[in-house]
């Protein structure tokens, strides 16, 4: 069964650092990959996808994430955080087979000090 | 074009009740998925339908149902509510097999 590990809970950085959330699968062909955002009390918005072809992937609100084949890993980046990017982070990765179910991570919870 | 759209946001209901919530996904996007959000075991994959059809389901009871109408709408029904029901029921849809999916804000429910 596939299933997808973030490692961590909780990252706090400055306002204006660089950002790594690390996010690992386990599936045995190439996965479709998805990293999500969501804000307090609200739902999922979808950053980016890795469907195949390029490994490094772009997304929205300058996010991107490159895919390692070698280390089973989907790790999303952002050279410079804002204040608004405080929100909890999910990465989800679902078959390439046509089922449409996404097994998601337990999420990391990004906080943004000034 | 309009987002997944979910009725109601809020929800309280009682041990024992019933419930439904409903699901309109993105215009000309035909696959509804239904996910479960609780703090203590994440979001997991209820059900998904595709042209009225039920095509994958999750590991739930069979007190979680789910149907999908002509026009894509999708209503999920829980019957014999428990507390452990509490949750956020997020809805996501999808062109079609393959694409990204798309969530919609989601239904707090909340069990007394």
């Given amino acids: 069964a596939q299933s997808v590990t973030q490692p961590d809970i909780h990252i706090t950085v400055s306002e204006g650092a660089s950002l790594e959330l690390r996010c690992n699968y386990s599936y045995g062909a190439t996965p479709y990959l998805f990293w999500y955002v969501q804000s307090p009390g609200q739902g999922l918005q979808l950053l980016l996808k890795y469907f195949s072809g390029d490994t490094l992937v772009q997304g929205i609100k300058g996010f991107e994430a490159e895919f390692k084949r070698s280390q089973s890993s989907f790790n999303l980046r952002k050279p410079s955080v804002h204040w608004s990017d405080a929100a909890e982070y999910f990465c989800a990765v679902g078959d390439n087979f046509g089922n449409e179910k996404l097994t998601f991570g337990t999420g990391t919870r990004l906080t943004i000090i000034p | 074009k309009a987002g997944v759209t979910q ?3 809020y929800l309280i209901k009682t041990r024992g009740q019933q419930v439904t919530l409903s699901c309109s996904p993105i215009s000309g996007h035909r696959s509804v998925s239904w996910y479960q959000q609780t ?15 039920q095509r994958n389901k999750g590991n739930f009871p069979g007190r979680f149902s789910g149907r999908q109408f ?3 709408r999708s209503e999920m029904n829980v019957s014999t509510l428990e507390l452990g029901d509490s949750a956020l029921y997020l809805c996501a849809s999808s062109l079609a097999q393959g694409f990204e999916q798309y969530f919609g804000p989601g239904t707090r429910l909340t069990v007394t």
């Fill in chain 2, 7 to 9: 009725t109601p946001r």
């Fill in chain 2, 39 to 53: 703090p203590g075991q994440g979001l997991q994959f209820l059900f998904e339908y595709f042209s009225e059809t």
């Fill in chain 2, 70 to 72: 002509s026009n894509s």
